[in-house]
């Protein structure tokens, strides 16, 4: 008791005179900043979505994992638990057919919403990538000059630093920040990767002796930092689809024409085979049309094969 009533007596003494107590940071100019992430899954999902769910997970101090979500119909309800867990953004991972992986990434209550097919999925379980962090601190995020070109890559790039970026004292959020995520737009999709910053000291003025093999160090001492990147994981493809002006609904506000569904290549790969299957079948039929012509078939059947037959004789 002692120590609240110590922070609150100086935090009335950092006031000056004639000021409300109740003044927030506000009202003194100073925007906090106050995200919350509501992350959760579908039912159907795979081993290597649950991995990379739990990795962002332990990326994002700021976010509430929940059970998995029933319905992938009724996605509007996904507006009540968020309301319900007093989160502002929510990231939802859609699992279809068991292949298949959409990500949605929403701000509550208003919008907007992205939907995006994942792709090329690398768990830090399966990368032996030699970076490491710290759990919980806080990312430098880093996108690429075409987030600034189009508009839609705009609200993707909005969205992303609500949701990626640690708010300073946010819930289990640790003071520093050792690691960056690179946000890059290449053929029309959106790769993710994360890195350590890496800082080595080296000193100023060593030099080599190549008679001696012994290191010299100036007489200054003074010391500067290699600083370097090496990647830590996880790694993933993203891919826009849609965005919706509301938070999992409204009008779509864009729309990927280039987009292909995976269900659809799927079905070109089948037609395909059949086509080949297909194509042999015909080829068929014509060579049983031709000995029907010639008179060598019976019944349409083959006949049998006739000792005497000259054929049979001289072959």
Not at 231 to 237: Q, S, W
């Amino acid at each position: 008791m002692a120590s609240v009533y110590k922070t609150l007596s100086k935090a009335k003494g950092n006031r000056p005179e004639g000021e409300d107590d109740k003044t927030d940071n506000g009202a003194n100019g100073v925007r906090k900043n106050k995200q919350r992430v509501l992350i959760l899954s579908s039912r159907g999902v795979t081993y290597r979505h649950r991995h990379l769910l739990n990795d962002l997970a332990a990326m994002i101090p700021h976010g509430r994992k929940d059970v998995k979500f029933d319905s992938k119909s009724k996605m509007y309800q996904l507006n009540e638990l968020a309301e319900l867990y007093n989160c502002n953004n929510v990231m939802f991972f859609e699992a279809r057919k068991g292949k298949d992986l959409y990500m949605w990434f929403s701000k509550v209550p208003n919008g907007p919403t992205v939907k995006m097919h994942a792709q090329n999925l690398h768990t830090m379980e399966e990368l032996h990538f030699t970076g490491n962090c710290l759990k919980g601190s806080r990312p430098v995020l880093s996108f690429d000059a075409a987030f600034e070109q189009e508009p839609h890559l705009k609200v993707i790039k909005e969205v992303f630093l609500h949701i990626f970026g640690v708010p300073q004292g946010a819930r289990k959020s640790k003071p520093f920040i050792d690691h960056v995520m690179s946000f890059s737009v290449a053929d029309g999709k959106i790769w993710i990767r994360n890195y350590e910053i890496r800082e080595v000291e080296k000193a100023k003025g060593e030099e080599k002796d190549e008679d001696s093999n012994k290191s010299k160090k100036s007489k200054t001492g003074d010391r500067d930092t290699d600083i370097s990147l090496v990647e830590i994981g996880p790694r993933f493809v993203l891919t826009p689809i849609v965005i919706q002006e509301g938070a999992f609904g409204g009008p779509i506000i864009y729309e990927n024409k280039r987009f292909v569904s995976p269900n659809q290549v799927r079905a070109d790969l089948r037609r395909a085979k059949a086509g080949r299957h297909n194509a042999r079948a015909e080829q068929r039929r014509e060579g049983l049309g031709k000995k029907a012509s010639l008179g060598l078939l019976k019944n349409g059947e083959e006949k049998e094969a006739d000792a005497l037959d000259t054929r049979q004789l001289f072959a």
